[in-house]
């Protein structure tokens, strides 16, 4: 079955980086588009980022534009999200997605 695993996430320093990873499987990683979304708490399901198929449209919520960067590799099945910057603002808990299905999350937290 479709099997989305995120990683990579954690407590950082505000201006600090992460890199966030989602390995893919039981479909055809390769064949489409790709996202990222993150929820706060006690909020709504915010869409962060997609990527194309062979990367060659990459797409980003404003708020991020310019910090964070969306990336995979078609080979080993996985999702990046190399995270810059990091304000407060980005707490969530981040969601590698594909066509609805989500996996179960990675937290982060910018904090001082």
């Known amino acids: 079955q479709v099997q989305l695993v995120e990683s990579g996430g954690g407590l950082v320093q505000p201006g600090g980086s992460l890199r966030l990873s989602c390995v893919a499987s039981?479909?055809?990683?390769?064949?489409?588009?790709m996202n990222w979304v993150r929820q706060a708490p006690g909020q709504e399901v915010e869409w962060v980022s997609t990527?194309?198929?062979?990367?060659?449209?990459?797409d980003y919520t404003a708020s991020v534009k310019g910090r964070f960067t969306i990336s995979r590799d078609n080979a080993k099945n996985t999702l990046y999200l190399q995270m810059d910057n990091l304000k407060p603002e980005d707490t969530a808990m981040y969601f590698c997605s594909r066509g609805g299905i989500r996996g179960p999350g990675t937290q982060v937290t910018v904090s001082s």
């Open positions: 990527i194309s198929r062979n990367s060659d449209i990459r």
């Open positions: 039981g479909f055809t990683f390769s064949s489409g588009t």
